[in-house]
Structures are given as structure tokens and as C-alpha cells.
């Protein structure tokens, strides 16, 4: 059964650090991994998407790696702005087309 | 082209009522899944559909819960006698028809479901 994890479940940065949230999952038979940003009472925005033969996807000041083999993603984000505090969510799809979600890291970008 | 709509935003009822929750996906797409959040966790599959067909409700409580995907119309998510445990945020996803697994899935808005 695939299980997503998200470590740390918060973080408080100041602005302009760079900052890495994690995603590990136990099942490497995956279609995709994507990251999502949640905002408080609102809806998914996506991110990135990393398709199982992609290493990494880079949009802006966020790159999204991929390592299948270890059951590890990483989501970096550059040079934070107090507008990147949100709920990120890491989510894997399966080979049976469910998607599997982690709980989210909060981040929180102190100006 | 309008995203995915979710209808309404906000819903309260008290125990023993029912709710019912639409979906509206994006134009071209005929997949439709739903995913409840409760508080503090993370989304959880319920259902998901086709047009006039359920491909797979693993996820969905066995009673009290349906869905629908109509020919014509949105999805519905049907929660009947709700309870307190059913206060989620239910958000529904869709995605065209294409190689399976392959395409992504764009989220709606949600509905948040309070139950009184």
C-alpha cells in the first residue's frame, strides 16, 4: 500500500532563504509525482509534475526533483517571498490511476 | 476554458440531513474524481468516474455515500443522514480522456462541508 510522507509537517523561514521540503513514498511503481500549493480555505494549484522518467522539473524559483529508486522527492524553493506561506502538498500517482496525497509541510515566510 | 467548478463552496447541515455536493469539470474532460480532507490530514480518494460509469469507489465510506456522473450534467457527491465526522473539505479533480495515467488531474475549488 503506497504511503506519502511529508517531512517537515512545518517550517518558518525567513524571507529571501532558500528553503527544501521533502516527500518520501514507499511504493516506486508510480506514473507521476506532483507538488501542489494549498492556500488557507482555497483549492489546489498545481505546481510541478514529475513524470516517473523525469529527474526534475524546474518552474520559476521552485525545481521539483525525482528519485524513483529511493522513494524521494524534494521541492526547492529560491530566494522565499512571504507569498510562498502555504500548504504544500506532495502526491504521487499510482499505477492504478489513484493518486496518493502526503499531509502537507506548512511554510510559513517570515518578512 | 473554465476550470473545474465545485458548488456550492460552503455547506452546512445539521445530523441527519442530507448533502449533496456538484462538480462541474473542465470542458473536454469526462474523468471525475473525488477526494475528502479532513482536518489536519491530507486528501484521501473517494471515487472516481466516467461518464454513467464508476471506475472505482474503493475510497467511499460503504454507507451513506454515492456518486454520480451523468450524461448530461455535473457529478454529484451524495452524503445521506451526515454526521459530525462527515465535516471535510470534499474536492473534486478531473481530467481529459488520453493514455492512462499519463494526464493530470485539475482540482476545484472544494466544497467545505460543516455538519452542525
Known amino acids: 500500500k503506497q504511503e506519502v510522507t511529508q517531512i517537515p509537517a512545518a517550517l518558518s523561514v525567513p524571507e529571501g532563504e532558500n528553503l527544501v521540503l521533502n516527500c518520501s513514498f514507499t511504493?516506486?511503481?508510480?506514473?507521476?509525482l506532483q507538488w501542489f500549493r494549498q492556500d488557507p480555505g482555497k483549492g489546489l494549484t498545481s505546481l510541478l509534475l514529475?513524470?516517473?522518467?523525469?529527474r526534475e522539473q524546474t518552474s520559476g524559483r521552485l525545481n521539483a526533483s525525482l528519485d524513483k529508486s529511493s522513494g524521494r522527492s524534494t521541492l526547492y524553493i529560491a530566494a522565499s517571498q512571504p507569498g510562498d506561506s502555504a500548504t504544500y502538498l506532495c502526491?504521487?500517482?499510482?499505477?492504478?490511476?489513484?493518486?496518493?496525497f502526503g499531509k502537507g509541510t506548512r511554510l510559513h515566510i517570515l518578512p | 476554458n473554465a476550470g473545474v467548478m465545485q458548488n456550492p463552496r460552503h455547506l452546512v447541515r445539521r445530523r441527519g440531513q442530507e448533502a449533496r455536493l456538484r462538480c462541474s469539470p473542465m470542458?473536454?474532460?469526462?474523468?471525475v474524481y473525488w477526494y475528502r480532507q479532513l482536518p489536519e490530514e491530507g486528501l484521501k480518494f473517494m471515487v472516481y468516474?466516467?461518464?454513467?460509469?464508476?471506475?472505482?469507489e474503493s475510497g467511499m465510506p460503504k454507507e451513506r455515500f454515492s456518486a454520480e456522473f451523468p450524461k448530461e450534467g455535473p457529478s454529484i457527491l451524495r452524503i445521506q443522514q451526515v454526521v459530525r465526522g462527515d465535516s471535510a473539505a470534499y474536492f473534486c479533480?478531473?481530467?481529459?480522456?488520453?493514455?492512462?495515467?499519463?494526464?493530470?488531474?485539475?482540482f476545484g475549488p472544494g466544497t467545505r462541508l460543516l455538519v452542525l
Open positions: 479533480a478531473s481530467s481529459p480522456p488520453g493514455n492512462r495515467g499519463r494526464e493530470t488531474q485539475y
Open positions: 511504493d516506486s511503481a508510480i506514473y507521476n
Open positions: 514529475i513524470q516517473s522518467s523525469q
Open positions: 502526491a504521487v500517482k499510482n499505477r492504478d490511476d489513484k493518486i496518493i
Open positions: 470542458k473536454g474532460h469526462s474523468h
Open positions: 468516474l466516467q461518464k454513467e460509469n464508476i471506475i472505482d
